[in-house]
Each structure stands twice: as structure tokens, then as C-alpha cells.
């Protein structure tokens, strides 16, 4: 299955679910693109003691999963796509919707 996981939280247990879902997604054989939207493009910057952000979006990458990050989001926040994930566009976030057999919000 190819999943496609929208995050738009800046929660960081959302956030660090959303990821545990798709790491264990990777881990059963599909396909998991994630893109991060709005408040979701903070996800770099949410760790906590019991939420380890960063660590699942580096599992999930080492995986094989993919991050996007909205550019429009990241530039409203004068920052920059972090380590794991691509500065991305709408284009980008259209096709994952297109090609993805499931698509979850967070």
C-alpha cells in the first residue's frame, strides 16, 4: 500500500504518532511519503522528553519513507526544510494525494 500521511500539527505527541504510524507502515512493506503542512513544518524543533520527533523522522527516512516540507510554510516561518525533509510545493503535496492509496491527517 502507498500511504500518504499530512501532518499539520505542531503537537509533538501528534506528531510523533503520526511518524510511529509510519515507521510501523514501513515496517509491514509499504510505501509512506509524509508531508508537512502548515504548524507540521515545525516538527523539527518539537522534541520532548517522551516525544522524540526528530529520532522517527530520521527512522522513517532511514527506512526509505520520504518527508516533504510545504515552502510556502517554511518561508511564512523564515526558516529552512530541515535534515530529513525536501522544501516542497503544492505540486508536490497534489501529487502525493494522487498517488497515495490512503491519505491520513494529523
Not at 505542531?10 to 504510524?21: C, M, Y
Request: proline content about 1%.
Amino acid at each position: 500500500m502507498k500511504l500518504g500521511i499530512i501532518i499539520s500539527s505542531n503537537d509533538p505527541e501528534t506528531v510523533w504518532n503520526a511518524l510511529r504510524l509510519g515507521n510501523f507502515a514501513l515496517g509491514q512493506g509499504d510505501t509512506v511519503n509524509v508531508f508537512l503542512l502548515g504548524r507540521g513544518v515545525e516538527a523539527e524543533s518539537l522534541d520532548t522528553q517522551h516525544f522524540t520527533v526528530t529520532q522517527a523522522m530520521q527512522e522513517l527516512v532511514d527506512r526509505g519513507g520520504k518527508i516533504d516540507a510545504c515552502g510556502t510554510c517554511l518561508k511564512l516561518r523564515n526558516t529552512e526544510a530541515g535534515n530529513v525533509c525536501a522544501f516542497s510545493t503544492m505540486q508536490d503535496l497534489y501529487r502525493l494525494t494522487r498517488e497515495s492509496d490512503r491519505v491520513l491527517t494529523f
